[in-house]
């Protein structure tokens, strides 16, 4: 059985990641294997024994990883996860996996190539001007985006898919191998694809909007790639 590595954040001592992710790795005939972050001075070398990489939702990524100090707007963060996450992005990417961020996921994977996020998107973008943190129920969108025509994702969803929001941070300077393929109507990066194709990172959270068969596809094209 091929496995898909899903990783997962700390926090009261407890380990959280996303249900929503493991089952739809489970549906898809996949073995989840969810990977505990470990804390700096324990790191070992990353593994990678596994057929692909989702990287979960979670907290906030300490800004110290693309060189800035922390703002009065960041909230929770976990320097030990996001250490972990990118030595494990960049141990894939150099065995050739196929990688796919989830929220939190899309922005550590552009932080470990060398790109940066808006620390808090409303007190540092005035041009954001629709709501981002959803008031409603993930499983309900909240507003549309832009999808690039001729990239992957459009293949898979469209062009002008309605999607969830939950993040008040996003993508500020995309890293130099990756390409923006959606925006939100006020501008904010909602995904981005690597050159090579085997990367792809969403800003909102796919394996929630149950009620929408295309969202279900972004996992299934994520999964053929899977040699
Ligand atoms: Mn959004």
Redesign the pocket.
């Known amino acids: 059985m091929k496995k898909i590595a899903l990783t997962a954040g700390i926090k009261d001592n407890q380990l959280f990641t996303n249900r929503a992710l493991v089952d739809v790795i489970a549906k898809n005939g996949f073995l989840p294997i969810v990977l505990a972050p470990v804390s700096l001075k324990a790191m070992p070398e990353p593994l990678t024994d596994f057929d692909g990489l989702i990287l979960s939702d979670g907290d906030d990524i300490t800004p110290i990883f693309y060189n800035e100090e922390p703002l009065p707007e960041l909230k929770v963060t976990d320097p030990h996860r996001d250490q972990y996450e990118i030595n494990l992005i960049k141990a894939s990417h150099e065995a050739g996996l196929p990688i796919l961020g989830i929220g939190r996921g899309m922005q550590i994977l552009n932080v470990a190539f060398g790109g940066s996020l808006f620390q808090d998107i409303y007190g540092q973008n005035s041009g954001a001007g629709i709501q981002?943190v959803q008031a409603s129920n993930l499983s309900l969108p909240?507003?549309h985006v832009n999808v690039t025509p001729e990239s992957q994702l459009a293949q898979v969803i469209g062009n002008h898919p309605y999607?969830n929001?939950l993040?008040h941070q996003a993508i500020k300077k995309v890293a130099d191998n990756f390409n923006i393929v959606a925006t939100?109507p006020d501008g904010?990066i909602?995904s981005i694809e690597s050159s090579d194709g085997l990367m792809q990172g969403i800003?909102?959270r796919p394996e929630e909007l149950s009620s929408d068969e295309s969202q279900a596809k972004i996992f299934t094209s994520f999964f053929n790639k899977i040699k």
């Open positions: 981002h909240a507003h999607v929001s993040h939100a904010i909602e800003q909102w």
